[in-house]
């Protein structure tokens, strides 16, 4: 917390030794009353989630498992621009030990293996969003023998890749400054502007072939680029056009 340099983010903050879902808890506590800039952070999750009602691991000690709310004034569609303004400020925090890529919209890779996941749920009626609630599963200190061996072989952790461990509070005070800067410029003016390139630079798709899973259908496509709304451009099998790709609609398989 001494570490911190920002002006509202995390100044209230609740650490947990364990908890079943840090996001799942400050929803319950949004839900009564949402408080900007309040996170919540956990050495363990013994229920964590991923999207779809999938499962985040995070054993004791070696994984960060961080929630933030936030009551933004932009429209519901905006929200997933949240999601990368987080990957975006992940990114520039850790430029100096590591060389991650962002695997559109919501994971964070390094040669392809999964270091991070981002899970963003809002609460919101019509034009107006209560709050939103962005999660956060970083995997510090996670040994290849602690990973659950159905995600061995899709994950890494910053333990395995620069062979030493690492300071989680040091990295957490990096990201949130670096995230709280971005934040406070995209609320003040709109300006998604550095987001968007840091997205294109460290893009883990732009370029490459994906399958883009739709509801029933799973089709293969280029992703081209991300457009200035934070969607995917991707170009269909056989299409001369580009798609956009909302983030909320989709599942991206393989890069
Ligand atoms: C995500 O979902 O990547 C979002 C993860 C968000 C976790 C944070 S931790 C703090 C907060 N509290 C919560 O309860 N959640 C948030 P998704 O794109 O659906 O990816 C889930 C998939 O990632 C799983 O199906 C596994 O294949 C894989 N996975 C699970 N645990 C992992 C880990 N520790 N490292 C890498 N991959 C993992």
Sequence with gaps: RQQL??????????VFPTIPSTNVFAKEEAQQKPENGKVYLAEEQTLGRGRLGRVWSSPKGKTIALSMVLTPEIPPMEASKLT?????????????IADVQIKWPNDIVINGKKLCGILTEISAELTQIHYVVIGIGINTNLSFEEMPPDIQEKATSLLQ????????????????????????????????QPTLQICRQHSAVIGKEIYVIQQDSKRLAKAVDI???GQLLVQFENEKKTTPIFAGEVSIRGT
């Design 84 to 96: 990368q303004i987080v990957a975006a400020a992940f990114v520039e925090a850790t430029k100096n």
């Design 161 to 192: 890749v620069l062979g030493k461990e690492i300071d989680p509070n040091h990295l957490i005070a990096s990201f949130l400054t670096t995230f709280e800067k971005y934040y406070a410029a995209f609320i003040a003016t709109g300006n998604y």
């Design 227 to 229: 457009d200035e709304k």
């Design 5 to 14: 340099k920002t002006h509202f983010l995390g100044q209230k903050m609740q």
